[in-house]
Structure formats: C-alpha cells, structure tokens
C-alpha cells in the first residue's frame, strides 16, 4: 500500500488537496437532496431510541459463532416491529445470515468485527450476510470480515461480505474487507432495484470487487475508501475497486451520485463502468462521480467498456485525481459511440505510468480503443468527451502519448478533447493520436500535438492545435484546412516527420489559396523531405499564408 497519507498526496512543488471545498460539497448536497427522502419512502415504524437490545443480554458472546441466538433475537425484534440491535465491542463469527425489515445493526465504530467462520464444510453458502427485498435495514460502524484466506482461490468468486439485492439500506462508516467475492453487493431483487445511501465505507483486499453495483435506482454515498481488490485472475473477474456491473435489461443503474471516493492499488482498476448486460434497456444510464483520487490503480484509474449498442444516459467524473495510474488514467473499451455520454471533467494526472511499454493499446493518459476479439464491432466507438485534463510528470514515464484513439474500423466517432490545462513533463511531439475524421481537439493554451495517425484528417472549426504531426510511417499524410476556419483563428503549424519521400500535403478547402506558395484555389502544397516544417494563418475567408517555413515545401504538381 502507499505510503500516501489519505487525502493529501505529496508532490514535487507543493501539496495538492484531493477533497471537495465547503461550496462543492454544499452544491453536492443540493443536488442530491431531492433523491434522499425518496430513499425512505416505503419505510414504516422506524425504530425509535427506546428500542434497543444489547447483544450481551441475549447470549450473542464474542468468538462465537453467534448465527443461532442472533437469528432469534432478529426475529424477536422483527415482530415487535423493529428495533436496533446494539454490538458489544469484540469479534463475532457469523455465516448466511438473513436479514429481516426494519431491523438495525449498530456498533462502536471499528469496535466489532463480524467474521466468516474459517471451518465451514465444502458446499457451505460462504457469505457473511443477505438481504432480498428488505426496507429499513441500517449498519453503523460494524467491520465485515470474509476471512478469505482461510478458504483459498478454488471457489467461487461470488461469495461476499454482505449480498443486498433488492434492499432500501443505509451504511454507515462500516467496513467490508477479505471477502471471497465482493465487499459489498446491490443487485436486483423480486421487487427491484436496490436503494442504498451512506458515508464512511472503507474496503479492503477483498478478492473479486471492493463494491459491485448490479442494480439500482439510487446510489448517494460520501466517503468511500477502497483499497488492494485482487485475486480473481483477469479476465475471469474484474478485480476493481467499485464496478458498474449490470447483468440484464432490467437492471438500473439510475440516481448514482458518488462524492470523495479513493481508490488505491486495486487489480483491475479503481473505478469501472461496464453495461454491456444493460444495452437496449429502456432506462438511461445516470452516474455522477465527483472527487475521485486514485493512486497507483492498474489497468486504468477510471474505465469504461462493452457497451457496444445503443444505451442512453451519462458518465461524468468530476474533479478526478489520478495519481501513478498503471497502464493508463482512462480507458474506454468497445464504448458504442451510441452509449452513455462519457465526459472526463477537469481530471488531474500525476506522473502516469505505463505497465506495457512499447504498447499503443494501453499506456496513454487516455486511451480510447477496441481490442481484437471484441464482439460486436458493427458500431463505432465514441461519445467520449474530455474536458480541461491537467497533467504533471515530475520522473520519467513510459506513457507513448496523451491522447490515443485506436483507428479501428468502423471509424471512431464523437470524441473531444478540449483546452488540456498543462500537458507538463511529457514530450509533447505526437502526444495526441486521434485516428479518425470524426474526433476533434480545442486546443485554446497551445499545449497540442497531434498526429495526422494512419490516414489523411480535416482540420475543423471545433479544433484547435498548435501542431500538426504526422506519426513517422512510410504513407503520404494529408492534413485538410476546412473552410470553416475562421479568419484570426490561432497559426497552425505542420511537420513532416515520415520518411523522407513520402509526402506530406496540406489541402485547402475548394476556393481557397496558401499564398505565396499557390495562387491556385483548391490546391495543395507538398513537402517529401523528413523534417519540413510550415506554419499558416487563416488571413482571408479563401486564404493563407505561410508565415515561415523550412524544407522543400512547393505547390503540388499534378497532370
């Protein structure tokens, strides 16, 4: 584990404070407070102060397995309409156990401990606690213990601390660590969707997730700190920290509303959206994320993936900090650009490191791509937005580029990149990579580069690139100056770094000139020898000019 302190990550120059302000929490709070009465809505008779039972009276003793004498208290408390169950301090063994309605746990924060028994016979059903359509449930300061290491790797990875499905529950600075599947399960029940609300969860080394969200239709939690998910071995299980995992058509993911999330060294990523299960449903996708800080999270800091048809909703992280993500700070795998709108919101990133160097699949800040083998890629990837990222790289990094867009066919589509912040310690030569026609860069500090990639590309009225390079393979690149340009609009400068005598063109729209170079409208200017370099300005509606260049730039020759 790093040895970062929780929420204040040192750094060369200063300390960067990864918490939300007093205003962005009060502008959370607004936002969320019209889902949280609705939270309680179908509760009846919540238990009041007066109905309280301590454990200690009703021989729930600590190291004992206490499933029996709890099972009778619960259902003691259950008929007389509810009630809270007090914990003692002390560590508890409990296994299967079923909750009922309107039934409270409550606990000395980080005081009492309820554990997997570590003797079960083969067959037994290795989860500490259930719920199948239950309202009124609560848990306060209880940590939840899958005793993993005493069952090994050779069963099912679907056993977890606690399985919600279906549940109204609220959860309260508890802890969910070692699990042999999940920490924490929402799913769909007979009646629906879970209805989870809380502060102050923590999750540790558990084996599959730290939390998994299957369904639900309001998900408004503060606070969660989730730590070391492994041991499912990729790609049988996801290995995150928390992962949107839908598994049918009715599932939701509705009313996700996440603030002050960290995610740290977790196997298969810190945060991952996956609703490849969920695609044709009649309900959109809604999650917000603001204050994700992730350090040292493999395969990607934050990841999107499968969603390969149509999906309608939204993805938006807000005020990411993403700290020595592994491999890559965010991946979009197969996303249809028909899915969920993904915007990246003014992530920071520090100090990325590749875990496949050499590799244009994975290492970038951003990577946006399908793999070979994905199934179902009739539709284009896209619909991913990014918008004013940040990033600092104060060591060396085997990251290839800020920016890459896989160009697998059908053509990505719908993918912005706008206004990066700083782009600082990163050769900025060929840094961003937008493979295709229908991806755009705004570019208003001048920090960009990007390559023309495997084919020609026009540049439009939505970019905005100080540089245009192209990516050193032995093809002619042709960079096209729409006429939508605006006179005033910002010198753009093009280099030619392929081999040498394969050209480099620069095509202007049908009407317009390059001057001195072309009096000619429509035509193009060339250069064939590596390392000519030209800047242009938009001076006229139908014309360039260069304003310097070197190599052996002139007007294309045709017959």
């Known amino acids: 584990m790093s040895s970062l302190s929780p929420f204040r990550p040192q750094v060369a120059g200063g300390t960067f404070d990864f918490m939300l302000s007093d205003k962005q929490r009060e502008e959370i709070a607004q936002e969320t407070a019209p889902l949280v009465p609705l939270l309680w809505e179908n509760i009846q ?8 039972y301590h454990t200690e009276r009703y021989g729930i003793v600590p190291g004992e397995n206490v499933t029996a004498p709890l099972t009778a208290l619960q259902t003691a408390i259950s008929e007389a309409g509810g009630g809270i169950i007090q914990w003692a301090p002390g ?9 009922a309605s309107n039934v409270q ?3 000395p924060k980080g005081l009492v401990t309820i554990k997997l028994p570590p003797d079960l016979p083969t067959g037994s059903n290795l989860q500490i606690v259930e719920g199948d359509d239950k309202v009124g449930l ?22 977890h601390c606690a399985d ?16 042999i ?15 989870v609300r809380g502060y102050g969860w923590r999750m540790n080394n558990n084996r599959r997730n730290g939390i998994a969200v299957v369904s639900v239709t309001e998900f408004v939690v503060d606070d969660i700190v989730i730590v070391g998910t492994n041991g499912t071995d990729l790609p049988a299980g996801p290995e995150a920290g928390i992962d949107f995992e839908p598994n049918s058509t009715n599932d939701r993911l509705e009313n996700i509303r996440i603030t002050n999330i960290r995610t740290e060294e977790n196997r298969g990523g810190g945060i991952v959206v996956a609703p ?3 695609v044709g449903a009649d309900s959109d996708v809604d999650i917000v994320i603001r204050g994700h800080t992730s350090v040292e999270d493999r395969i990607a800091s934050f990841r999107v993936g499968h969603c390969t048809g149509a999906l309608g909703g939204r993805v938006i992280v807000q005020d990411a900090r993403w700290i020595r993500p592994v491999r890559a700070g965010f991946v979009a795998r197969n996303w249809a650009s028909v899915g969920p709108r993904v915007e990246i919101r003014n992530p920071f990133i520090l100090d990325p490191e590749s875990g496949q160097a050499g590799s244009t699949m994975y290492g ?5 791509y399908r793999e070979d083998g994905d199934g179902d890629g009739s539709t284009p990837a896209g619909n991913i937005h990014i918008f004013e990222p940040e990033l600092r790289v104060t060591g060396p990094t085997t990251a290839p580029k800020f920016l890459y867009v896989h160009p697998d066919a059908p053509t990505p589509e719908n993918i912005s990149l706008v206004d990066p912040i700083a782009v600082e310690g990163m050769n900025v030569t060929n840094c961003v990579d937008l493979r295709a026609t229908k991806c755009f860069a705004s570019d208003r500090h001048q920090l960009l580069v990007r390559s023309t990639g495997n084919a020609s590309f026009e540049l439009r009225e939505r970019e905005w690139v100080s540089l245009i390079n192209t990516d050193g393979m032995n093809t002619t690149r042709t960079v096209i100056l729409s006429s939508d340009i605006e006179v005033g609009w910002p010198d753009i400068e093009v280099v030619h770094t392929a081999t040498s005598g394969n050209p480099m063109k620069i095509l202007p729209d049908e009407e317009s000139v390059i001057l001195p170079l072309s009096s000619t409208p429509g035509k193009a200017i060339v250069a064939s020898t590596r390392g000519s370099r030209i800047r242009l300005r938009k001076v006229e509606a139908d014309a360039w000019m260069v304003v310097w260049m070197a190599g052996d730039w002139q007007e294309e020759i045709t017959e």
């Open 105 to 107: 746990w409550r606990a």
């Open 181 to 195: 599947g999940d920490g924490a399960y929402f799913g769909q029940g007979l009646s629906g969707p879970s209805r």
């Open 276 to 278: 490849r299960l969920m």
């Open 45 to 52: 008779n919540l238990p009041d102060e007066g109905k309280v």
């Open 164 to 179: 919600f499905r279906g549940c109204d529950v609220e959860i309260v600075d508890c802890e969910f660590n070692n699990a």
């Open 138 to 159: 609560r848990f306060e300061g209880i940590i939840f213990d899958g005793n993993r290491s005493a069952y090994g790797t050779g069963i099912s990875e679907h056993w």
């Open 364 to 368: 970038s800040v951003f990577t946006i």
């Open 91 to 99: 560590e508890y063994y409990l296994v299967d156990f079923q909750l």
